[in-house]
């Protein structure tokens, strides 16, 4: 399948070739570029059908997680994303990918108020910030689909995934319970965290393992081609990877949906 995949490298990303590997297996042709080829205009993104921010410290989270490369985003590329985003092209940010997302204001994205007509943005009232825990959590967790996603492509994704989080600032939070009833009416949670039988987690650790509001594991933004989660599915991708030796429940069940669904 000739279904071009953009992975963008930046330094201190670490874990590009095992996106790309995700996706290669998902019927992709990955290719991992470094950010300074996209700005040296070596590639566009229009070149792509898809885009992955794969996970890492991208700029050893100097500005703190993903604020960097987030700066980078919107400074160098804010035209090409916008219109990459516009198209419906999809994108996933994993870990450091989904922390880039949020703060480069590209998750949870701009909503239209079905009322006024006015375009609205939600991308100041929620962050990813430092864990409860108050420490690196690494560690499997299970995760479950949002049925109301409006990432509609999810849909056949018909199991739970268990995949390793690894992150110190996984914890993502809401200013208001406003803004949390908003993201629940538009659709825009895509994963929590539940437990091995698919019951919430309730917040209970290490279920969710770093104190996420509503056990949110992952967002979408509201047209549904743009998703964020903090766990690494890609990390997942063959039974010999599960630490409990089952065979079901891999990550690669994301990816296959992603770029099936093209």
């Not at 095992?18 to 700005?39: D, F, K, S």
């Not at 070596?42 to 885009?51: C, H, K, N, V």
């Not at 991208?58 to 804010?78: E, H, I, K, M, W």
């Not at 100041?124 to 864990?131: A, G, S, V």
Request: proline share 6%; with cysteine; charged share 15%.
């Amino acid at each position: 399948m000739n279904f071009p995949i953009l992975i963008l490298h930046a330094s201190g990303t670490n874990r590009d070739a095992e996106a790309a590997r995700a996706c290669e297996l998902a019927g992709g042709a990955p290719q991992i570029v470094h950010i300074n080829q996209l700005r040296a205009g070596a590639y566009r993104l229009s070149d792509f059908e898809m885009l992955v921010l794969p996970g890492g410290f991208s700029y050893g989270d100097a500005l703190g997680a993903g604020v960097r490369q987030a700066l980078d985003l919107r400074v160098f590329f804010n035209d090409q994303l916008q219109e990459f985003n516009a198209s419906g092209k999809r994108v996933l940010g994993i870990c450091n990918g989904f922390q880039t997302l949020v703060k480069a204001g590209v998750l949870p994205g701009a909503r239209t108020d079905v009322g006024t007509g006015h375009t609205q943005h939600a991308t100041r009232n929620m962050t990813l910030t430092h864990n409860t825990s108050g420490h690196f959590e690494c560690r499997w967790v299970h995760l479950a689909v949002e049925p109301s996603a409006q990432a509609d492509f999810l849909a056949p994704i018909d199991d739970l995934i268990f995949c390793p989080v690894a992150h110190g600032e996984g914890n993502f939070q809401v200013t208001e319970s406003a803004t949390l009833s908003q993201l629940k009416q538009d659709g825009l949670i895509a994963f929590r965290y539940v437990d091995a039988n698919g019951a919430p987690a309730a917040g209970r650790y290490p279920l969710n393992p770093n104190g996420s509001v509503a056990d949110i594991a992952g967002i979408c933004n509201p047209a549904g081609n743009i998703i964020g989660l903090m766990p690494h599915p890609e990390d997942h991708i063959d039974p010999i990877q599960n630490p409990l030796g089952g065979k079901g429940r891999l990550g690669l069940a994301l990816f296959r949906a992603m770029i099936a669904g093209q």
